[in-house]
């Protein structure tokens, strides 16, 4: 796209191959406060459909989202639009019927999302076969009141899921420290800033699918932080923005984290 920009445009900037970006191909339109996102969201996702293209089959696999409320339809409406087979588990379809039982979503794919809350945690690992998948936990043990433990006996729901997800051969909590209107916006405006995106659990091949997945598709400064031993601290920073969004500092959903040195 040429031209010079007119006072109500800007310009999102990103690479031929994904992100960090190399070079302004393309604007958003900034209408107002409302109009804006919306722009701003169809920019996003032609730009990360296209980032997915360029990665192409390396990158895309199939992905089971267990839990289709807030957190699970949004990580859904994300996959999918950016180029990935997903498909929705449920345990009550007739409120889903674009669901299908949970144990079934997760034997089509390859990778599983617990989106569930911390106390449906036990009956979906119950009942899930995980030989061979990537399960990604997105699970905050705090609960909308942050009044909700780890089960007990564990530090995190993280260590939990790597406990009992019985066969499955990487364990990753990820997703967790932001509200879901943010898997779709990794770029604070009006500043520009990348969100940060925290992940930690099993080391190798597949935990470097996960982060460039994070930083290509969905456009986040995606940070390894370590194994699943420190999914405790991870999830704390998952209520702790639960506390900022909604407790006395009353921010809202819309923001996320970032590091600065
Ligand atoms: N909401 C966010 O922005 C956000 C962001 C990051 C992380 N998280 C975390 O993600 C988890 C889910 O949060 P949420 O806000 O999405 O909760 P939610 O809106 O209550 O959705 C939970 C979904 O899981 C389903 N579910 C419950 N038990 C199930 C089971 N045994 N098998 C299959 N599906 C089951 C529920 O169905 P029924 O309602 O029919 O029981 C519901 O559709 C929480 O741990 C939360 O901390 C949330």
């Known amino acids: 796209m040429s031209g010079p920009l007119s006072p109500n445009e800007t310009v999102v900037i990103f690479g031929e191959r994904g992100w960090p970006a190399t070079r302004p191909d393309e604007r958003r339109v900034r209408l107002d406060s409302t109009g804006f996102k919306r722009a701003d969201e169809e920019c996003w996702k032609r730009a990360l459909a296209g980032a997915v293209r360029t990665a192409g089959s390396r990158l ?3 992905v089971a989202i267990i839990g289709g409320g807030e957190a699970g339809s949004a990580l859904y409406d994300a996959f999918s639009e950016f180029g990935f087979p997903t498909t929705l588990g449920e345990h009550h379809l007739e409120k889903h019927p674009e669901a299908v039982p949970t144990e079934d979503a997760a034997a089509r794919c390859e990778v599983v999302i617990l989106a569930v809350p911390t106390e449906s945690l036990s009956e979906v690992l ?3 076969d995980f030989q061979d998948k990537i399960v990604i936990d997105v699970t905050n043990p705090g609960g909308p009141q942050l009044t909700h433990t780890p089960p007990s006996g564990y530090r995190s729901n993280g260590e939990f899921v790597e406990k009992h997800a019985r066969g499955a051969r990487a364990v990753f909590k990820c997703f967790n420290a932001m509200g879901c209107p943010n898997f779709t916006n ?4 009006p500043s520009g800033i990348r969100k940060d995106l925290y992940i930690c659990g099993t080391d190798g ?3 470097d699918w996960l982060v460039t997945v994070c930083r290509q598709a969905f456009g986040f400064n995606a940070t390894d932080v370590g194994g699943i031993d420190v999914a405790h601290l991870v999830e704390q920073n998952g209520n702790f923005w639960m506390l900022l969004a909604k407790g006395p500092a009353n921010k809202g959903v819309n923001f996320g984290f970032t590091t600065v040195e």
């Open 60 to 62: 895309v696999k199939r």
């Open 126 to 128: 119950e009942r899930v």
């Open 186 to 189: 990794p770029v604070a405006y």
């Open 205 to 207: 091949p597949d935990k």
